[in-house]
């Protein structure tokens, strides 16, 4: 029941609420669950004392059977009832609410806890604004693992004013009956593990057999038919037909009792859906269209509603390999979705209202996009740019906005065209992070005189946006004029991604940098060298260029210059490409850059530590370069090796590094040997060219020789000797 009128809404609460004694009751379902209901309580304990307030604990096992969650409950709790469990939650529910004395109330199980209740304590303590709200929705992280990284957010309609009417209903998955509108939505969530690891599959095997026997009993309850049907397993063939057996007897039974068909109806749609998913991975795509189109045509079927149904037709149509049929359900499934108009008619809890959202309209527009595309078919696509609204959802404009200027280009009137790209992409007088990132990626790929034309088109864009701003800087190809407008704009440009091309810019225009620099913070200087380098400096060989560059243009020493050329020959050295000879020359240039930036950023020289203690507080990378400084300076191979070796278990990234240095050592030592191999060839010949000539009568002829020869090999301890032979037989 959704009520917008002021005075409607008072005279609803004036009938209808039932006598309170405080503000708010809160009702806690406690089973055993020890390791997680002090988490509940404890974030339950700022609500209780600061608002006006009551908490009821509903035990279900008994205290003799408590794994001791019961004795940590009694502290908090107001009011305990000991519940004789009966396998029916909408009972034990009522059972505390039975004896509520809030004007509000409040549930929860032992297995959730809320991460922050402030806004919760703010509306419970203004009276004036808990007076225009029948009901309250926060959000419920379902995690799926103890890891607290993999959950599911769904909006959790745990708490409405206490109406004479108010009960709860469904054995499983019980609701809490009625909730009237207007419902106050707060940012505030609670961190629900109950579905964690194997409790899931505990839980959905409990579930199922309550179901069961419920529906044994109860045919006719089609919420419950949804219930079990949703819980249910499809992966397996086996487990397709129990589900399809069970879809069968649930649409049987919606038909036996059309008096209820429209009470029912809302539970009837979502195992349609359900059935309609088990038809996707049949492939049965035809039976996905026919059914779906006769339901459309039903006039119980709500906007929204019809828009999940073109959603399953649109994937349909895209197996048959339709396209054109595809294009149609696609403006159908926005139709739909427009004309939805207040979301709160619609049931919150279907698990398929994501199937209507602007996300999925935008995925559509990638899938058919992506098709003309490889069609060439520039027309369509120009079309979609025309008619798609990216600033509703920037997170796809790095996928669509390439392919939109692509097409733009393929027109008669591309300026025409990628102005009303530009349009539908500015919100609130600005452009998102992604649609600069977008057009970067594209000018890339462009000719240059299609990429001329993109950049006058964006500086001719009416707007503050920086990145604007940025495009008629680089429109501007006289050095005196950038220079003129850069002084002018200087205050209104930044070098935040998207905008780190200005920093190409003011290079080659040797402006330095500094002004705009020493404006970003660490994650945003970050950020935006990486993407610079990354996207303009794919070829490393030029980074030494560029280095030289820097420093001819930037003269100011800040921790952001020294972390970019930091950034800059880390780059160098660690790419695949650079060869061991390469790293071994530009090394120095590495650890002078790595020590300055340890200067500016921890007040540390370095290369001068003496201690251990301050070496470790340093990060991996700095410590690297402190062995890797000392290999530099050994004057033995041992040391230099061992050196080495130090350095990469200090940072192992830089494996490639070290085994390129050692690499070169090992050719060293190997071009060494291979010296001394010939030497003592050469060495050999000669002694018996030398003694030769001895025995022809030529002693100083052979004296020279061997004279020569022990210049050369030192070591040889035969030369020597001959030596002294031919000087005794001169004398």
Same mark, same amino acid.
């Given at each position: &029941?959704?009520?917008?009128?002021?005075?409607?809404?008072?005279?609803?609460?004036?009938?209808?609420?039932?006598?309170?004694?405080?503000?708010? %009751?809160?009702?806690?379902?406690? /089973?055993?669950?020890?390791?997680? $209901?002090?988490?509940?309580?404890?974030?339950?304990?700022?609500?209780?004392?600061?608002?006006?307030?009551?908490?009821?604990?509903?035990?279900?096992?008994?205290?003799?059977?408590?794994?001791?969650?019961?004795?940590?409950?009694?502290?908090?709790? %107001?009011?305990?009832?000991?519940?004789?469990?009966?396998?029916?939650?909408?009972?034990?529910? =009522?059972?505390?609410?039975?004896?509520?004395?809030? !004007?509000?109330?409040?549930?929860?199980?032992?297995?959730?806890?809320?991460?922050?209740?402030?806004?919760?304590?703010?509306?419970?303590?203004?009276?004036?604004?808990?007076?225009?709200?029948?009901?309250?929705?926060?959000?419920?992280?379902?995690?799926?693992?103890?890891?607290?990284?993999?959950?599911?957010?769904?909006?959790?309609?745990?708490?409405?004013?206490?109406?004479?009417?108010?009960?709860?209903?469904?054995?499983?998955?019980?609701?809490?009956?009625?909730?009237?509108?207007? &419902?106050?939505?707060?940012?505030?969530?609670?961190?629900?593990?109950?579905?964690?690891?194997?409790?899931?599959?505990?839980?959905?095997?409990?579930?199922? #057999?309550?179901?069961?026997?419920?529906?044994?009993?109860?045919? !006719?309850?089609?919420?419950?038919?949804?219930?079990?049907?949703?819980?249910?397993?499809?992966?397996?063939?086996?487990?397709?037909?129990?589900?399809?057996?069970?879809?069968?007897?649930?649409?049987?039974? *919606?038909?036996?009792?059309?008096?209820?068909?429209?009470?029912?109806?809302?539970?009837?749609?979502?195992?349609?859906?359900?059935?309609?998913?088990?038809?996707?991975?049949?492939?049965?795509?035809?039976?996905?269209?026919?059914?779906?189109?006769?339901?459309?045509?039903?006039?119980?079927?709500?906007?929204?509603?019809?828009?999940?149904?073109?959603?399953?037709?649109?994937?349909?149509? $895209?197996?048959?390999?339709?396209?054109?049929?595809?294009?149609?359900?696609?403006?159908?499934?926005?139709?739909?979705?427009?004309?939805?108009?207040?979301?709160?008619?619609?049931?919150?809890?279907?698990?398929?209202?994501?199937?209507? /959202?602007?996300?999925?309209?935008?995925?559509?527009?990638?899938?058919?996009?992506?098709?003309?595309?490889?069609?060439?078919?520039?027309?369509?696509?120009?079309?979609?740019?025309?008619?798609?609204?990216?600033?509703?959802?920037?997170?796809? &404009?790095?996928?669509?906005?390439?392919?939109?200027?692509?097409?733009?280009?393929?027109?008669?009137?591309?300026?025409?065209?990628?102005?009303? $790209?530009?349009?539908?992409?500015?919100?609130?007088?600005?452009?998102?992070?992604?649609?600069?990132?977008?057009? =970067?990626?594209?000018?890339?790929?462009?000719?240059?005189?299609?990429?001329?034309?993109?950049?006058?088109?964006?500086?001719?864009?009416?707007?503050?946006?920086?990145?604007?701003?940025?495009?008629?800087?680089?429109?501007?190809?006289?050095?005196?004029?950038?220079?003129?407008?850069?002084?002018?704009?200087?205050?209104? #440009? %930044?070098?935040?991604?998207?905008?780190?091309?200005?920093?190409?810019?003011? $290079?080659?225009?040797?402006?330095?940098?500094?002004?705009?620099?020493?404006?970003?913070?660490?994650? !945003?200087?970050?950020?935006?060298?990486?993407?610079?380098?990354?996207?303009?400096?794919?070829?490393?060989?030029?980074?030494?260029?560029?280095?030289?560059?820097?420093?001819? /243009?930037?003269?100011?020493?800040?921790?952001?210059?020294?972390?970019?050329?930091?950034?800059?020959?880390?780059? *160098?050295?660690?790419?695949?490409?650079?060869?061991?000879?390469?790293?071994?020359?530009?090394?120095?240039?590495?650890?002078?850059?790595?020590?300055?930036?340890?200067?500016?950023?921890?007040?540390?020289?370095?290369?001068?530590?003496?201690?251990?203690?301050?070496?470790?507080?340093?990060?991996?990378?700095?410590?690297?370069?402190?062995?890797?400084?000392?290999?530099?300076?050994?004057?033995?191979?041992?040391?230099?090796?061992?050196?080495?070796?130090?350095?990469?278990?200090?940072?192992?990234?830089?494996?490639?590094?070290?085994?390129?240095?050692?690499?070169?050592?090992?050719?060293?030592?190997?071009?060494?040997?291979?010296?001394?191999?010939?030497?003592?060839?050469?060495? &050999?010949?000669?002694?018996?060219?030398?003694?030769?000539?001895?025995?022809?009568?030529?002693?100083?002829?052979?004296?020279?020789?061997?004279?020569?020869?022990?210049?050369? %090999?030192?070591?040889?301890?035969?030369?020597?000797?001959?030596?002294?032979?031919?000087?005794?037989?001169?004398?």
């Amino acid at each position: &029941m959704n009520i917008k009128d002021d005075q409607s809404i008072k005279e609803l609460i004036n009938n209808n609420q039932k006598p309170y004694s405080c503000t708010l %009751t809160i009702s806690l379902l406690v /089973s055993n669950n020890f390791k997680t $209901i002090k988490n509940c309580l404890e974030s339950l304990k700022p609500l209780l004392d600061q608002v006006s307030s009551e908490l009821i604990i509903i035990d279900t096992v008994g205290p003799k059977n408590s794994d001791g969650s019961l004795t940590i409950a009694q502290k908090y709790a %107001t009011k305990i009832i000991h519940y004789n469990w009966n396998n029916d939650f909408a009972a034990a529910r =009522n059972a505390g609410l039975t004896v509520a004395q809030g !004007e509000w109330f409040l549930y929860i199980d032992d297995d959730e806890w809320f991460d922050d209740v402030d806004e919760l304590i703010s509306f419970f303590n203004n009276k004036k604004e808990r007076d225009q709200y029948c009901s309250l929705a926060f959000t419920k992280h379902n995690y799926l693992s103890f890891s607290g990284t993999n959950y599911e957010a769904i909006p959790a309609f745990q708490c409405s004013r206490i109406f004479k009417n108010t009960k709860f209903i469904y054995p499983i998955h019980e609701n809490l009956s009625p909730i009237l509108y207007p &419902m106050k939505k707060v940012n505030s969530f609670v961190h629900h593990y109950g579905y964690a690891d194997q409790k899931l599959a505990e839980k959905v095997a409990r579930n199922e #057999i309550l179901l069961k026997k419920f529906l044994k009993a109860h045919p !006719e309850d089609i919420h419950a038919w949804s219930q079990l049907i949703l819980s249910s397993e499809n992966n397996s063939n086996d487990e397709q037909k129990i589900v399809q057996s069970y879809i069968e007897q649930a649409n049987l039974n *919606y038909e036996k009792n059309p008096l209820n068909q429209t009470k029912n109806f809302r539970y009837f749609i979502m195992i349609f859906y359900y059935s309609l998913t088990l038809k996707l991975k049949q492939k049965n795509w035809l039976q996905i269209i026919d059914t779906s189109k006769k339901l459309i045509a039903d006039h119980h079927v709500s906007d929204l509603q019809k828009a999940i149904l073109n959603n399953y037709c649109f994937n349909a149509a $895209i197996g048959l390999n339709d396209y054109s049929k595809a294009g149609k359900f696609a403006n159908s499934f926005q139709k739909h979705l427009r004309s939805s108009k207040n979301s709160q008619t619609e049931d919150f809890t279907n698990p398929f209202e994501k199937k209507a /959202s602007e996300i999925e309209f935008f995925k559509m527009q990638i899938t058919l996009v992506s098709y003309y595309q490889k069609q060439n078919d520039w027309k369509k696509i120009n079309f979609f740019s025309s008619k798609t609204r990216l600033k509703k959802a920037p997170v796809f &404009m790095p996928k669509l906005i390439p392919a939109f200027v692509t097409a733009a280009f393929h027109d008669d009137h591309p300026k025409k065209i990628l102005k009303i $790209i530009f349009q539908n992409s500015y919100s609130n007088n600005e452009f998102p992070k992604a649609f600069g990132q977008a057009i =970067n990626k594209v000018k890339i790929d462009l000719p240059s005189n299609e990429k001329e034309l993109l950049i006058k088109c964006l500086a001719e864009f009416h707007s503050n946006d920086p990145f604007i701003k940025l495009q008629q800087l680089i429109a501007v190809q006289n050095k005196a004029s950038f220079q003129d407008l850069f002084s002018r704009l200087k205050d209104q #440009i %930044t070098l935040k991604v998207p905008n780190e091309s200005l920093l190409t810019l003011l $290079i080659k225009k040797r402006i330095d940098p500094s002004y705009l620099a020493l404006k970003l913070n660490f994650e !945003e200087w970050d950020e935006a060298t990486l993407v610079w380098i990354n996207t303009y400096l794919s070829n490393s060989t030029a980074i030494p260029k560029i280095v030289d560059e820097i420093l001819e /243009s930037w003269t100011h020493t800040c921790w952001q210059r020294e972390f970019l050329l930091h950034r800059l020959t880390r780059c *160098y050295l660690f790419n695949n490409f650079t060869a061991g000879t390469e790293i071994k020359a530009y090394l120095p240039e590495y650890l002078k850059y790595t020590k300055s930036l340890c200067q500016t950023q921890y007040s540390i020289n370095l290369f001068e530590i003496t201690e251990k203690k301050q070496l470790n507080i340093l990060p991996g990378e700095f410590r690297f370069c402190f062995y890797l400084q000392k290999a530099v300076k050994a004057e033995q191979i041992k040391d230099y090796l061992e050196l080495l070796r130090l350095a990469l278990k200090e940072y192992p990234t830089g494996n490639q590094v070290i085994k390129k240095l050692q690499r070169l050592v090992k050719v060293q030592l190997g071009q060494d040997d291979q010296v001394q191999k010939q030497l003592k060839q050469m060495g &050999m010949q000669v002694k018996i060219r030398a003694a030769t000539l001895i025995s022809q009568g030529y002693l100083q002829e052979s004296l020279e020789l061997l004279t020569q020869l022990q210049k050369l %090999t030192p070591n040889d301890s035969e030369v020597p000797k001959l030596i002294k032979l031919v000087v005794r037989k001169l004398n």
